[in-house]
Structure formats: structure tokens, C-alpha cells
T-cell receptor
Framework: DTAVSQTPKYLVTQMGNDKSIKCEQN?????MYWYKQDSKKFLKIMFS???????INETVPNRFSPKSPDKAHLNLHINSLELGDSAVYFC?????????????FGPGTRLTVT | AQSVTQLGSHVSVSEGALVLLRCNYS??????LFWYVQYPNQGLQLLLK??????LVKGINGFEAEFKKSETSFHLTKPSAHMSDAAEYFC??????????????FGTGTRLLVSP
């Protein structure tokens, strides 16, 4: 009965590789997000999708490309990984018309680039 | 643009003592405010939220927060700390947008340490 799930939980890879992180929510929400948490625990939004449409795109390098095949899924593909991409990536979801806009977070994916 | 400032990267209390975690916000429009908790190696869990109803908001696990517009604050409190409260706490602000889409802006977090 997991609400927001992410795979994989841990990802260790070398510089220059391409990797993907997957996110799924079963809450019936229509909006999904990707956040990056750095080593100092600072959380920053990267992207947001509503019903498969990109609505928030922060100043993220072009190497990061989100894809939303449907409103329950939001994947993150990263090309040419760099050391600075090492972080914990969180997926979250919310319901736009709920009125309170609270977001529900997944367990995170810890990406380590060596 | 909205922002939040959390005073104190670390707060230490004894078990049974009052917990006070400070958060001040900046927003050009009336905000929504949230407190999230992150336990080690886990995702964020919503503790409580302010959405313009009552200014004193009660959340889970005995936590509450008071919205004070004059002080632009939304401090988190708990009367009696428990060992299980040890975690990282994040304050977040979101602008109310007519579009319905929100962007959460997080503070830098406060680590709560609880000693026996």
C-alpha cells in the first residue's frame, strides 16, 4: 500500500554514465515533483508535472530530463553524470484541486557518482 | 519570491523538555506553511500545515505550530520531547497561486537531538 515509491533506492555509478530513476504514486494525485537534497540536507525543487504536462522547470542542467508517461508516473533520466549530481533525489505528489497543496514524498533515491 | 529561514541547524533537548524549532518566512502574498520531518534514511513526512484557517495548527505526534503574521513566523513546538522525535525538521512555504500549482520552498532544516 505504498503511496509514493521510487526505484532504485540506491544507485552507484561512474562519471559519464546515463541513469534513470523511476517514481510511481497510487494516491490518485495529478501533480508530481522531483526534488534534489544535497549533502547538507538542502532540498530544492527541480521539476513538476501536472497531468503529464511540465509546469515547473527550475534552473536544472539539460542533462536532466523528466518524463511523465501518465499522471501516476514521473521518471528522471540523467545523462553524462557528474560528481556534483551525487545527492538524494525525492519524488513527491499532490492533488492540485485539494486546496491545501500538501505534498507526499517518496523514500528517496541516493545517487552516488564516482 | 518566497523563502523561509530556520534558526539553528541543530537543537538539543532532554527527553521530556519543551521542543521549539524556529521558522520565519518571507512571502509577497499570503502563504501556505508546512512543517515536514525526515527520519534518517527516509523521505519527508508532513507534520502539519497552515492554510489560513486557525492560526494555531495541531499536527501529528503532539506537535503544533502557530502562524504569527506580525512576526512572519511559524515556529514548531512540542511540550515534551521523546527520544523518537530525534530527526531533521524542515519548514516550507508555498505561495498561493490562482493557477493551483504550488512550489514548495524549503528551509535549510533543523536537526533535533534528544538526550535521555
Amino acid at each position: 500500500d505504498t503511496a509514493v515509491s521510487q526505484t532504485p533506492k540506491y544507485l552507484v555509478t561512474q562519471m559519464g554514465n546515463d541513469k534513470s530513476i523511476k517514481c510511481e504514486q497510487n494516491l490518485g494525485h495529478d501533480t508530481m515533483y522531483w526534488y534534489k537534497q544535497d549533502s547538507k540536507k538542502f532540498l530544492k525543487i527541480m521539476f513538476s508535472y501536472n497531468n503529464k504536462e511540465l509546469i515547473i522547470n527550475e534552473t536544472v542542467p539539460n542533462r536532466f530530463s523528466p518524463k511523465s508517461p501518465d499522471k501516476a508516473h514521473l521518471n528522471l533520466h540523467i545523462n553524462s553524470l557528474e560528481l556534483g549530481d551525487s545527492a538524494v533525489y525525492f519524488c513527491a505528489s499532490s492533488l492540485r484541486d485539494r486546496g491545501s497543496y500538501e505534498q507526499y514524498f517518496g523514500p528517496g533515491t541516493r545517487l552516488t557518482v564516482t | 519570491a518566497q523563502s523561509v529561514t530556520q534558526l539553528g541547524s541543530h537543537v538539543s533537548v532532554s527527553e521530556g523538555a519543551l521542543v521549539l524549532l524556529r521558522c520565519n518566512y518571507s512571502s509577497s502574498v499570503p502563504p501556505y506553511l508546512f512543517w515536514y520531518v525526515q527520519y534518517p534514511n527516509q523521505g519527508l513526512q508532513l507534520l502539519l500545515k497552515y492554510t489560513s484557517a486557525a492560526t494555531l495548527v495541531k499536527g501529528i505526534n503532539g506537535f503544533e505550530a502557530e502562524f504569527k503574521k506580525s512576526e512572519t513566523s511559524f515556529h514548531l513546538t512540542k511540550p515534551s520531547a521523546h527520544m523518537s522525535d530525534a530527526a531533521e525538521y524542515f519548514c516550507a512555504v508555498s505561495e498561493r497561486r490562482n493557477t493551483g500549482f504550488q512550489k514548495l520552498v524549503f528551509g535549510t532544516g533543523t536537526r533535533l537531538l534528544v538526550s535521555p
